[in-house]
């Protein structure tokens, strides 16, 4: 990747251009470059090829058959025509989202997939309800905090992992119930005997290559395991489902309807403005690193969201 200069993009009669400050940096972006998406294996985008769908700015412009939303106003964004890597980017008017004062651009940035997906994921797919024990495997990073956010507000009880002093510090904060270190052998023992040996309701999975089979004897009966990342097979067996009525849910936010997004998305706005949703920012580079950021998303030890300012 490398940074050019190019002509400010133009929004046609139903779009809105927008000055983006901050653009959120996801793990898919990197499949994309690489032509390993899960879902497109072998894609490779079109070139010259700006990457990025989330960000936050100001909008500069709009098209003609445009009523909802008029130039000046601060948005977060969850799609673009031409690309969030960028100073500007043409978005369509269904993709822009008011970005409360209280928020910043950077927290703006890390919106959309994570804390879609972390919606989507915990009330759409998990079907959550309040006393639930949820146990979320990775929660410092942007999904783990949106989804520990969520469930703390929401009323479950939550039990989160952290590979790193630092990032269990940040899950505490988020307002988990119980942190614990995935990087122990026994830390599942340890969340079983918290929850009186009843078993978890729902488990967040953003890891399952490594901890599905792990995940399925830990279950309550009809409990649900909901896979949010996974990067390789993992073989399972089938009796540990069968023993306690349970199930595996996947979850891409690609799948989710226009209806179940309008939901999703206005319960962030709702949180945003309560208090109860805080996006953390990890680390934020200036646009030119972009190429460094794709090296950071993928390290082990995962931080709040990467962000990156043009």
Known sequence: MKLEELP?????PDQVLVRIHAVGVNP??????AGTYASQPGMTAPL???PGCDAAGVIEKIGTNVTDVKPG????ISGTTTGAYAEYCVCGANDVHHLPASTSFAQGAALATPYMTAYVALFQVAKAVPGENVLVHGG???VGSALTQMARAAGLVVFATGGTPKGRKLILENGAHHVLNHHEKDYLEKALELTGKKGFDIIMELAAHINLARDLPALAKRGRVVVIGSRKPIEINPRD??????????VSLFNATPKELISAHAALVAGL????????IGKTLPLKKAAKAHELIMEPGAYGKIVLEP
Do not use: D
């Open 8 to 12: 400010a993009p133009q929004p046609s």
């Open 140 to 142: 410092s990073g942007g």
């Open 273 to 280: 403005e309560n208090g109860t949703l805080r996006p953390v």
């Open 28 to 33: 898919y972006e990197i499949y994309i470059r």
């Open 48 to 50: 010259p090829y700006t």
């Open 73 to 76: 106003e601060r948005v977060y």
């Open 241 to 250: 489902l069968m023993q306690r009525n349970a199930q595996i849910r996947g």
